[in-house]
Every structure is written in C-alpha cells, then in structure tokens.
T-cell receptor, first 109, second 114 residues
Framework: EDQVTQSPEALRLQEGESSSLNCSYT??????LFWYRQDPGKGPEFLFT???AGEEKEKERLKATLTKKESFLHITAPKPEDSATYLC??????????FGAGTRLTVKP | EAGVVQSPRYKIIEKKQPVAFWCNPI?????LYWYRQNLGQGPELLIR????????DSQLPKDRFSAERLKGVDSTLKIQPAELGDSAVYLC????????????FGQGTRLTVV
C-alpha cells in the first residue's frame, strides 16, 4: 500500500532558526506531491504542488523541493506566525490524495 | 469565489444515534473527497467522487457509513449508528477536472460521540 511518511513529528524552532521538514512517499506513478498548512480548528490550506524530481517552488519563507522519493519543505528565518501543522500528500495514478501524519511546527519568539 | 462549505461545524451526539454532514464544493469542481481526521493525525481518505460517481470508497466503513452526491454537486456523509470511535473531524475537499490539481478543503465538522 502506498504510504506517506513525514518527519519529524514535531519541531520547535526559535524565531529566525531555519530548518527543513521531510516527506517521503512510496507511490510509483506520482501525479503530484502537495504541501498544506493546517491551523488548529481549521481545514488544511493549500501551499504548493510539485510534479517532477528537481522541481522547486517558493512562497515567502517557504520553499518546497522534490526528489524521486522525498520532498522537503524548507523554512527560512521562521516567524511565530509560521507555527502550524504542515501536511504533505501524494497523488498517484488512481487520483486519490493520501496524506502523511504531519509535522507540528512551533516557532518561539 | 466561495470556498468549500461544510455544515454543521460541530456536532455532539449520543452513541447509536445517526448523524449527517453536508458539503458544498467549489463551483465547477467535479472531484469531491471526504476525509476523516483524528487528533494528531493526517486526513484519512474515506471516499472520492468524480461527478456523481463514487470512484473510490474502499476505505469507507460500509456497515455504518454511507455517502451520496446527487447531481454531482453537494454531498452528504452519514453515519448510522454512530460509535464512540467515530469522534473525529470530517473534512470535505474538492478539486477541478484536471487530474493532477490540488484540492481545497472546507473547515470541517467536528463530531463528538458520547
């Protein structure tokens, strides 16, 4: 069965301390790798879609990258408002979107 | 443009009672997903619709869960009877006709079964 694994489960950073979140996937025919942000009590909010190895996308302090079996979400100089759970999801040939368990990020001022 | 709308936002019921959740997707989106999210976990796919057809319901517990999407627009997810373990957030998402596009989520319905 296709799986999405995210690490770490939780990450605590000081404001300005850059880091990366990892998402590994097993689907063989990747149709898309998606990153979402989820705040408490809300639905996931779309951030990025990546389609092929080597692709990169950026938005403010976030940059997502994709390799053949992993994706990384790099957070540069984070601020407290970046605190949230970050979810990744893969879509294979069956068009189902499957999520990992998420990384809970806390940024301290 | 309005996003995905779900109702109710919160629901508390006693076990063995029925419950229903409603979802209105983004206009023009033909793909609709229902997910269940337990605390501290990622969303778990329950069912995916393409227009009015349920194309993947393999993860839907069919003994007590049912779903419908009449006319390929709004959708309803029902649980009958509810069990304590059904307490979770139920999320609806929709995406456009193109196969590889992202999905947009509603705010979810938080179900508590007591």
């Amino acid at each position: 069965e296709d799986q999405v694994t995210q690490s770490p489960e939780a990450l605590r950073l000081q404001e300005g301390e850059s880091s990366s979140l990892n998402c590994s996937y097993t689907v063989s025919g990747l149709r898309g790798l998606f990153w979402y942000r989820q705040d408490p009590g809300k639905g996931p909010e779309f951030l990025f879609t990546l389609y092929s190895a080597g692709e990169e996308k950026e938005k403010e302090r976030l940059k997502a990258t994709l390799t053949k079996k992993e994706s990384f979400l790099h957070i540069t100089a984070p601020k407290p408002e970046d605190s949230a759970t970050y979810l990744c999801a893969e879509k294979g040939e069956d068009n189902d979107m499957r999520f990992g368990a998420g990384t809970r990020l806390t940024v301290k001022p | 443009e309005a996003g995905v709308v779900q109702s109710p936002r919160y629901k508390i019921i006693e076990k063995k009672q029925p419950v229903a959740f409603w979802c209105n997707p983004i206009s023009g989106h033909n793909t609709l997903y229902w997910y269940r999210q337990n605390l501290g976990q990622g969303p778990e796919l329950l069912i995916r619709y393409e227009n009015e057809e349920a194309v993947d319901d393999s993860q839907l517990p069919k003994d007590r869960f049912s779903a419908e999407r009449l006319k390929g627009v709004d959708s309803t997810l029902k649980i009958q009877p509810a069990e304590l373990g059904d307490s979770a957030v139920y999320l609806c998402a929709s995406s456009s006709r193109q196969m590889n596009t992202e999905a947009f989520f509603g705010q979810g319905t938080r179900l508590t079964v007591v």
